[in-house]
């Protein structure tokens, strides 16, 4: 099992009786499990098995959940022997309205074709019946094909991360020879104002001054600022293979990234250092445009 996306979408139609009923399924990321239902008028009974089946197949985003009823029915023009039927019903209607002192206004053509719809309406959905176990059916089809989508989509995504991390190693390791370069320059610049120290103060205490140097270069030290971005990508790896919902650990991960490549641009001192720390920044935003959409 692969990472799964957090977008993706689906449709899935359900015969019941000569009418198509048809579930229409999208989602996007979202920081927890959010449903939003649209289900037909009539089909409330549905909601409570709606969100317990969208909860089960689904772990993280915003997820859109629309029932759709089937058509109204067209409107058509009456048979001549139903016309004729029709036509008698209001004229007796009229005549008994007219001796009960009732005035009607006229019946219109649009009153004809209402009338020849009107019995084709559909009924409400009785709770538990066969209707409901279709549709319901039908949403469980449709869930699984969205699932599907978003695990085709993940296997995009599991790509687009394994290319942003092999980035991020590269620049890791860059990280560890500027880091050799910038111990010679340190040096030098220390030797250079240990000098400027003992020249302008000729009775400094060389313990106190040892004391301070050695202060001075463990706060410059970055080895455990390189260490943990390493081991923070190399989790970041694992978690990108695993099986299962790994989002929310990989933004963390991504934040953990974040904030040790912050604390090696304050301790670099060191002009190239500095703007490798850029690039890893840059890199650890990227890596996290393409973590925000994992489930």
């Known amino acids: 099992m692969t990472l799964s996306s957090m977008t993706g979408f689906a ?5 019941i009786g000569d009418e198509i009923w048809s579930w229409s399924l999208r989602s996007a990321a979202g ?16 909601e409570p098995a709606v969100r317990s089946l969208a909860a089960a197949a ?25 016309l004729s039927r029709m ?3 209001i004229a007796a209607l009229e005549m008994a309205a007219l001796k009960a002192g009732v005035k009607l206004s006229r019946a219109s053509a649009s009153d004809l074709l209402f009338n020849c719809t ?13 209707a409901e ?15 599907r989508m978003r695990r085709a989509e993940g296997r995009g995504l599991a790509r687009k991360l394994a290319i942003q991390l092999d980035h991020l190693d590269a ?27 003992l020249q302008q103060a000729s009775e400094a205490d060389p313990g106190r001054l040892e004391h301070e140097l050695a202060a001075l270069a463990a706060r410059a030290d970055i080895r455990e600022e390189l260490g943990r971005l390493e081991a923070h990508a ?42 490798l720390g850029l690039d890893l920044k840059t890199a650890i935003d990227q890596l996290r445009v393409h973590i925000d959409n994992v489930e």
């Open 234 to 275: 190399l989790e970041a790896r694992g978690l990108a293979g695993q099986a299962g919902p790994a989002g929310r650990r990989l933004q963390l991960v991504a934040e953990e990234l974040d904030r040790e490549a912050d604390r090696l641009r304050e301790k670099a001192h060191f002009a190239e250092l500095t703007r």
């Open 11 to 15: 449709v899935q139609d359900v015969a």
């Open 118 to 130: 009107a019995g084709r309406r559909r009924p409400r959905l009785s709770p538990g019946g066969a």
């Open 31 to 46: 920081r927890g499990i959010s449903l939003e239902l649209r289900l037909a008028e009539g089909c409330e009974s549905l």
């Open 87 to 89: 036509l008698s019903d």
């Open 58 to 82: 689904l772990q993280r985003g915003h997820v859109d959940i629309a029932l759709r009823p089937p058509p109204a029915a067209a409107a058509r023009m009456p048979e001549a022997q139903e």
């Open 133 to 147: 176990e279709a549709l319901l059916g039908g949403l469980e089809s449709a869930l699984a094909a969205l699932g």
């Open 171 to 197: 620049l890791l390791q860059r990280a560890r020879v500027l880091d050799k370069e910038r111990g010679l320059h340190l040096a030098d610049q220390f030797a250079a104002a240990v000098r400027r120290v």
